[in-house]
């Protein structure tokens, strides 16, 4: 009996939870294990929020409507407006989370064995979701070395085939931090018009940008309306991860009446969350400038940490709360592991995220970790001091070892 | 430009949601039009649900584990155990509704082309998730001479390619009422182990069996352990819609641990809701006495307005809260959309569901609707005395226009 399915069976299983086992193993031997390695803001969810799940009192909690309450759509569509992005109501889905949102963009402008062009390092759930839908994620690869900012646009021209169906980014990034310039999203979207094809622009992060930088999003860029899908959640905006409320919005009718069957398929998002998020969409966005503050000197402790390791790689990212950092060592697996298994400063360690589960190319990001820094910044600096050491520490067992080998084999 | 994809674009828009414009117009003419359409409970959900979720205190709204939170995951193996269903804490996986645990069965069992075999009419909304996951629902048809109950077990097994992963039953049935009796579930279980397939059980209407019947569960079915791969909500159980909180559960490891890597695809389900969920699971099972009761006399109320209307044909459904009538009349959407449109009694008309909508099968169903008995009593009554007069006259003006046919063509 063929048990399951090939997809089901091919499909990556969460590169990140690998670890969790020897972290547990860690904690129990009494390490302190510094977590560097979710997008778990830990940042409490603002007051509004919380308050209006508790105050949800209707009889019955019934469905919402498959397109989302209209308070919602119409708090939105009033968010947009102010960040100056033109979407109305209709052009609003609220889905069950950002990952909803992507799975009905690729549903709805990609059959199966078409592709949808990615960047890499990228999202490894675009993965899942890819899997699910039969679509194939071509990876364009980008590099520590510039802080992983986009190809040039010829690069990603070539790259475009007959069955390309759209570009995919997530600006600013996870997992690079990095956001992308005006004339970098100007360059897609040449691309996508020239092509007949969609950007597909995953903003879940829009405020989080530091030093100043403004956003740009992909409907900002003129001329983009009918060929740009807008990707949205208030997990990270409002620290509201659990809530399970995202949004597919886009100005081409044809990709919202697509949407709108995929979401009657699902029925409805969760209903009293959709009243959390109404209350999170109304509040001043000077809520923002002190959690902005925050991150940023959380980016700023990362770096400070990471320029006591020698040989590694990291330009300054500018956005979200992630980083890649390229390390002077081979594995970065066997160094994640290591950190939980062999290695502890003054009783502390940490766990990270092994870059290679970021890329589609075999062999690429194998010497790199992703970090997140959603930990005050006073355990921020020790966890960073741990990790500095460690890198330091391993890349001389990595060259004892290879000075070994190299003896053996002389 | 090509806009949406050839998936998007044959997916079925919801069925019943077409006849929404012409009830809000009749409203506006001041018919006051009785829902008969919908599946969405009007008991109140109950006070400790509610309750639950009004005390989450978390500070920080975070992701639940992929699996769900341990707390209900344990909920819902007390829950089978009290049920004496066999399922232990590790054979479940909290999911976005019955939805999500319906399309993360189809994802695990089936690749794109593969068979999963159904008997209509059956719950539209497969056919969503069948066009989302690619495979193909391939219907045996059942009849409401004899309540829609299974086909004889060569009919079933005649049905079975090679290509067949599963069959999938809603039990009790959604949209016919119908409960299917142990030997029928036997039946089903015979075919499963000899032909290597599943049998996907949708037993979200659990408890909701009139009568006194007692409810079988695919999983009481002895040696069904590998085979059966079970389908659960709260929505209807306690009238929590809105929750999206659903299981999907089966002994077999490689299923459930195919589902958990799809699981972790989308995070997690939503937070608030599964404190909810648990206390709706710690209640006494007393609590569904007087709804059953209710629900009982509902059933019977729609009965007795059916006996009031010429020449219907419906046996009298043993489960959940719905009922297909077959009519004395040949296009049961024509007359749907007349109900709106052209008829009212007293003031009163009704929306209901034509069930063409229900059925894979073209031409099946063309004389059926399906009616829910999700309104109190005394108003199902009134709107069961105004389809009973509607039926009555328009199965007159189908007889009229059918003699002035003649009359032409004589």
Not at 305 to 323: D, H, M, Q, R, S
Not at 401 to 407: D, E, P, V
């Amino acid at each position: 009996m063929k048990k399951i399915s090939t997809r089901a069976r091919d499909m990556q299983a969460s590169p990140i939870r690998k670890l969790i086992p020897y972290a547990v193993a860690a904690r129990k031997r009494g390490i302190n294990v510094f977590p560097l390695n979710i997008g778990q803001p830990d940042i409490p969810t603002p007051a509004p929020i919380r308050e209006a799940i508790k105050n949800f009192d209707q009889e019955v909690l019934a469905y919402s409507p498959s397109q989302g309450e209209d308070f919602l759509v119409e708090s939105f569509a009033g968010y947009y407006r102010n960040n100056r992005i033109d979407l109305a109501a209709e052009d609003i889905i609220v889905t069950t989370g950002g990952s909803e949102a992507i799975f009905f963009a690729f549903l709805s402008i990609c059959d199966a064995g078409d592709e949808v062009l990615v960047f890499e390092p990228f999202y490894t759930n675009y993965n899942g979701m890819a899997f699910e839908t039969g679509i194939t994620l071509k990876a364009l690869t980008t590099y520590a070395e510039d802080g992983f900012q986009l190809p040039p646009v010829d690069i990603i021209e070539k790259a475009i085939t007959p069955k390309t169906r759209a570009i995919l980014i997530c600006n600013p990034n996870n997992p690079t931090g990095t956001v992308y310039p005006r004339k970098a999203l100007e360059d897609l979207a040449y691309v996508a018009k020239k092509h007949e094809i969609y950007v597909i622009a995953d903003e879940v992060y829009r405020e989080f940008t530091y030093d100043g930088l403004a956003h740009t999003s992909i409907l900002q860029i003129e001329g983009m309306a009918q060929n740009a899908i807008l990707i949205d959640s208030i997990s990270k905006r409002y620290s509201a991860c659990g809530a399970r409320i995202g949004v597919i919005a886009s100005k081409n009718k044809a990709v919202m009446g697509a949407c709108m069957k995929f979401a009657q398929a699902r029925l409805s998002s969760p209903t009293v969350e959709q009243w959390g998020a109404r209350a999170g969409m109304m509040m001043d966005p000077s809520y923002f400038e002190p959690i902005l503050e925050e991150y940023q000197r959380r980016r700023d402790a990362v770096m400070e940490g990471l320029a006591k390791a020698e040989g590694v790689i990291c330009k300054t990212p500018t956005g979200a709360f992630y980083v890649i950092v390229k390390l002077p060592i081979k594995d970065a697996e066997k160094f994640a592991q290591w950190l939980l298994t062999d290695f502890n400063h003054n009783g502390n360690s940490v766990l990270v995220a092994p870059a290679a589960g970021f890329y589609a190319t075999p062999g690429m990001g194998l010497n790199e970790i992703r970090i997140s820094y959603v930990l005050e910044v006073k355990k921020l600096k020790k966890a960073m001091e741990t990790l500095a050491v460690a890198i330091n520490q391993y890349k001389k067992i990595e060259e004892g070892q290879n000075n070994q080998a190299c003896a053996a084999n002389g």
